[in-house]
């Protein structure tokens, strides 16, 4: 089974800051990696599938990279709505998700 | 706009089988998979498993002696059953469209809690 590293477990930002959410594969998965958003009592929201690839209607300041082992989320100007938990998820072999980055605005 | 909706007991004994059922609107049920993930209170996502409408299961190996995943094409629902459930299956249960090798979960159901208590 692949597993996903997800790092930081918590995270407290300011309004204004870049933020950036790290995910290693346990084994290489090419980009076949995506990013989701949950808020408390939602389902998760996809953000981000392809390691990269943005979907319709997320903001532009939510940005994916990395191949291989090693993914980044990036916020680049955190907004107040973005607190919320993230999970990274590879789909190369099955499902995996990682264990989640709980982001907080100070 | 697809839409997914779960349905199914809020409460199960221990040792009885979990059955939930998701109905999917908007969109056809065939040409795509279909997966189940689970949320235990306050911890991370797990994937359950995911079926593609010719029949084809793909089952998490943790669960895989105990899941099966369904599909009613003419009704356009998937169902999920969990056999001899324990305290730790309590959890909101998601369906979501996406599996395979390609396809991550761009549509959710909304979740239901499920609570296995006695």
């Known amino acids: 089974d692949i597993q996903m590293d997800q790092s930081p477990s918590t995270l407290s930002a300011s309004v204004g800051d870049r933020v950036t959410i790290t995910c290693r594969a346990s084994?290489?998965?090419?980009?076949?990696l995506a990013w989701y958003q949950q808020k408390p009592g939602k389902a998760p929201k996809l953000l981000i599938q392809?390691?990269?690839r943005l979907e319709s209607g997320v903001p532009s300041r939510f940005s994916g990279s990395g191949s291989g082992t090693d993914f980044t989320l990036t916020i680049s100007s955190l907004q107040p709505e973005d607190a919320a938990t993230y999970y990274c998820?590879?789909?190369?072999?099955?499902?995996?998700f990682g264990q989640g980055t709980k982001l907080e605005i100070k | 706009q697809v839409q997914l909706q779960e349905s199914g007991p809020g409460l199960v004994k221990p040792s009885e089988t979990l059955s939930l059922t998701c109905t999917v609107s908007?969109?056809?049920?065939?040409?795509?998979?279909w997966s189940w993930m689970r949320q235990p209170p306050g911890r991370g996502l797990e994937w359950i498993g995911y079926?593609?409408?010719?029949?084809?299961?793909f089952y998490n190996v943790s669960l895989k002696s105990r899941v099966t995943i369904s599909v009613d094409t003419a009704k356009s629902q998937f169902s999920l059953k969990l056999n001899y459930v324990t305290a730790a299956d309590t959890a909101v249960y998601f369906c979501?469209?996406?599996?395979?090798?390609?396809?991550?979960?761009?549509?959710w159901g909304q979740g239901t809690l499920v609570t296995v208590s006695s």
């Open positions: 079926i593609y409408p010719s029949g084809s299961t």
């Open positions: 392809k390691a990269s």
């Open positions: 084994q290489r998965i090419s980009d076949w």
């Open positions: 908007g969109g056809s049920i065939n040409n795509n998979y």
């Open positions: 979501a469209r996406g599996g395979g090798s390609y396809y991550p979960n761009d549509f």
């Open positions: 998820q590879q789909y190369n072999a099955y499902f995996t």
